[in-house]
């Protein structure tokens, strides 16, 4: 939680010594990161420098979670390449990223304004993970290139493939042998240090990389740097206004948005229960919101959080969202020691620091326990990432969602309806194929067991008039609709039309037990205009009335 | 029913007359709207007349109503005329419109294979019914410049008013005075006449422009006619094979498959309740499918069933599948007969015929009806119409199947769990708000009363949260499941993280009533490994175990 005024004493007693400690504790991965991320994404170092200092104020600010390690991350990176590609010929990505920066910020701030963030639930499990994953291992694949020193570029396997091939799988020694050497190191750090050691490492190897490069006049061996880095200025400015950039980079943005609120949505929970936090996805959306547009004024990059850094984040012991506020002052102190040496750093052991970072946070468990519960949806994960690893991360998103959508009406076609007798001697009603209960003759009691919407509407008159015909002797159905939660409007007209067809076989149609806000909203519509049955408070009254 | 061999003196007895009078009706409505559908789509008259042969013919043999009107359809000649904008250059529209047809064939083939006939649910009523009116409409208004000889073009509003500008509000006296003629008899013929008469009308009306269009010399008097058609020639050929001109009539075939079948399936079903037909969705999309890869093979275009035609196939007197091979075989006879004069006939004639037809479809009390019953579903329907008179049905359909299922996410976002507690002296549970029950101090009973998926499993460990706050001396959560008929994987992952929240607090799960087919695939996934609960047969020993 983020403090009021009169709390900053106890704030400063309390937590202020754990939220600085934990904050420079993140600034030290996340120096490196912030300048990988950005050149994944295409774009120059400095620009991911520039996306982790204000957006973390302001999510510090509108957020709810005291663990977001916010910033550039890599999934993104990978989605925002893909999307800056998308930008009309004269832009540059710099100016391309401010545009797609603010449209992802606006997104959500309007998803914000109209309580949007059930959506969420559009990245099903198997999307989401099948999609971290392909990410997970593109992105691996596009640094072995930088890695090895070779010209070979892309993301997608066929076109990466394709460029190695064209470049007749060239490499360059020195820069190789930066890559191998930091990548080894890394990995050595991560086996065996621990505590501290084990998070200064990698600033350490990168420290020792730069000092290396600078003793050893690398420039003039041929090895890739990363480049002068410009002064600090963390001027405000508009992003770019015009329609056809804009345009061109709107279906990415809502990509970028969608992952971003949900992957920073889930590990923001995950940690939260963990450490008893609440947190509010209303909150959550503006807090991401506010930071895109702080990102969008100030020079960055689309923003989010990074699962590898919140970990890190909760576990070096951040109480509240002032630990944000900490890293942004830590990062620009950061650019103002560091904006020389780095510029120094070969581009290979920055590849390193990608590869272990995404390939750490690998997980295969998931596509087993799916293929065991549930082979459509293993099958669902491994096609999403293989799209991404293949394809493109739109079409993966694209046909991921449609699939889950897809398993899910063909699971709700048909609503579950029971036929249901008297428990002898109660009022009770109950399942006929499951308890020893009595049926009246001529009225058929049946229980709707699910709310009636489009996903299943249209298979109700069939699912009823099965029933029906096992008992040709029905002149009555009285409807059980205790379980009907919500009717939306194709279940209305569903309702009708189950009304009609009994009517036109001399079956009347009445309803017991029906929700208040379902009754209330079925009375606002015109259905005094075509239902001719009545409505019973009990169940049972239902049944008797008509003998 | 289609008849087996053995049947047919009983067919030719019981259904041969009824069949062959309801195949004559139909014929003369099907030959004008062949045709007009056909330049509606952009595509050559006989193009037309080809999908009204061979593909009724298929749909007998494979389909399961008695009463679908195939053929070309209104509504997927506007979808038809923007897919075909996409084809790539040096493509004829002919050539296209085959290639679209054999993909909506192979999409339905498959749909059918693949038993996904429940995607019709995708196409609530509020997006169908909002599509089929913004269609008509855009249908009638780009018939009035056809109507009165004008040279502006398009379906869209925007351009078609551009257009209508550009020509300086052009309009060609002849032209108007056969449509306007032709549209008010068309009208009084509606209003005035029944039965047989009423039925004759359009096709006398018809023959009567043609008649007078030869007597005048129409053709020197600058009156646009339909223009000769050649001899009828049923050779069957493949589509071309040109994969850039496959991929992009993919889209548009996705939409029309999908628009196709659920509209002929709407038909279907209602004209077969009134009947007391059976209709089997999986036997309509092969029907559909066999008749779209024949119109793909024999020069037609994408074909459906049109609800007028239907309606009309069904009060005449329909009995079998038989009637569409007798009207393939009254189109054959009419094409032979009537190929000459057709080509005299004025074109807006024709314009005056489709826009009977399709604004006599109208029907604008489903937006009342929805304005009353549910505000958010009226407006997305409003706005589905909207984008398509104003912009394109591809983004129409898109979005609006969008626009259903955030509704469906933001309704069903929260699982519903009910607090329950023991009827006094029975071992019957029931939610503690509405019935007068008794409570176990330390164990929480609670019922979820829905299916885990996807929609809902993201929030069900806050639901419980909630519970458990508000009784903070829980050690122990008893989940009755009798009401959950399926978990997929995100609901699996959503049970180990409350299993898991619940552990961290010391509070143990345990699970009750769970259905046969749950448990099931629960054991076959890897829930061994985490679940520390156990699981009753009944609700009242899970509650009393623990005591």
Known sequence: MLLKWPDWKAYGRRYFREDLLAALVVSV???????????????????????????????????SSPHLGLGPVAVLALMIAQTLGQAPPGVSPSEAALVLAAEVGLILALAAALR??????????????GFETGATLSIAA??????????????????????????????????????LAALLLLLAARRWLKGMAARLAPLLILLGAIAL?????AVSRGVPLVGALPPLHLGLALPRLDAGLWLAMLPGALLVALVGFVSSLVVAESLGRRANVRIDARAELRGLAGA??????SGGMPVAASFSRSVLMSDAGSRTRMTGVFIALAMGAAMLLLAGPLGLLPKAVLAATIMVAVLSGLKLG??????????????????????VLCWSVTAALGLGVLGSIAL???????????LIGRVPGTEHYRNIDRHAVECLPGVLGLRIDESLLFTNARSLSDVVQLHVNAHPDTRRVVLQMSPVNAIDFSGLEALRELHDNLARQ??????????GPVLDRLRAGAWQGWFRGQVFLSHHQGMEAGS
Not at 49 to 63: E, H, K, R, T
Request: charged share 10%; net charge neutral; hydrophobic share 55%.
């Open 116 to 129: 949007l963030d059930a959506l969420a639930a559009l990245l099903s499990v198997p999307v989401l993970h």
């Open 292 to 297: 895109n547009l702080a990102a969008a004024l």
């Open 142 to 179: 596009s640094q072995l290139p930088v890695l090895l020193g070779s010209p070979a570029k892309g993301f997608e396997l066929p076109a990466l493939l394709e460029s190695a091939w064209a470049s007749g799988f060239a490499w360059q020694g020195g820069a190789a042998a930066y890559g």
């Open 408 to 418: 899910l009406l063909q699971r709700t076609a048909r609503p579950h309806v029971a």
């Open 506 to 515: 001399q079956i009347r149609l009445d309803l017991s037990e029906v929700k």
């Open 366 to 387: 998931p596509y087993r326990d799916a293929w065991r519960y549930a082979r459509p949806e293993a099958l669902l994960m491994l096609t999403v990432s293989l799209l």
């Open 29 to 63: 991965l996340l120096i490196p990161q912030s300048i990988a991320y950005a050149m994944l994404a295409g774009l120059p170092p400095q620009v991911g420098l520039y996306a982790s200092l204000l957006p973390l104020v302001f999510y510090a600010a509108l957020g």
């Open 213 to 217: 490069a600078a003793g050893s006049d």
